[in-house]
């Protein structure tokens, strides 16, 4: 397509510009066109040439209307993340920075575990030895007690029947029992 630099009036422009069949440009668009030297037909475009440069026929390749409603809008994506919104999630940095951390603190609970089982393991096998020497302890007096108490019934029961038989030679009435 041809770059054209036109000499117009201001109406002639301002329809155009209402048609928007033309575009205004800044002086730094001006300086940036490539330094051509145009000829007197190529700069001079008349409204006919001007409403014969898009037809209806050209424009019959174009999106519609109709064909354009398909696609979001802005307003269809407002509800979405924006770039601000997608600032303030973890980046992988962030998610790495945490999972090494979650590391350490998983690291450094199995060691206060280990720890804590280590203690309460030493602290029950000592009250578990205390108390194991204290029953044996008592076990023991327990079965001295009962040994001098076979021990005591026996010399009981032969003093009962050395009384009997004195009771009997001397010919006396025996004791009631006591309970």
């Given at each position: ?20 069949l033309v575009g205004v440009a800044t002086k730094k668009d001006i300086k940036g066109l490539d330094k051509r030297v145009a000829s007197v ?50 980046t992988k940095k962030d998610l790495e920075a945490v999972r090494g951390d979650v590391q350490k603190v998983e690291f450094q609970l199995k ?69």
């Amino acid at each position: 397509m041809w770059d054209y630099v036109t000499v117009m009036t201001n109406n002639e422009l301002s329809k155009l510009l209402d048609k928007k069949l033309v575009g205004v440009a800044t002086k730094k668009d001006i300086k940036g066109l490539d330094k051509r030297v145009a000829s007197v037909e190529q700069t001079m475009a008349t409204k006919s040439a001007l409403k014969n440069l898009v037809t209806k026929e050209d424009a019959k390749d174009f999106a519609t209307k109709k064909d354009l409603e398909r696609f979001a809008t802005k307003k269809d994506l407002e509800r979405f993340a924006t770039k601000k919104d997608l600032e303030r999630f973890a980046t992988k940095k962030d998610l790495e920075a945490v999972r090494g951390d979650v590391q350490k603190v998983e690291f450094q609970l199995k060691l206060t575990e280990q720890r804590f089982e280590q203690k309460l393991e030493d602290t029950f096998s000592k009250y578990t030895k205390e108390m194991l020497d204290k029953f044996d302890q008592v076990i023991g007096e327990l079965q001295m007690i009962r040994e001098e108490n076979v021990f005591r019934q026996a010399q009981f029961e032969r003093l009962v029947e050395r009384v009997e038989r004195l009771e009997q030679h001397a010919g006396l009435q025996p004791l009631p029992a006591v309970l």
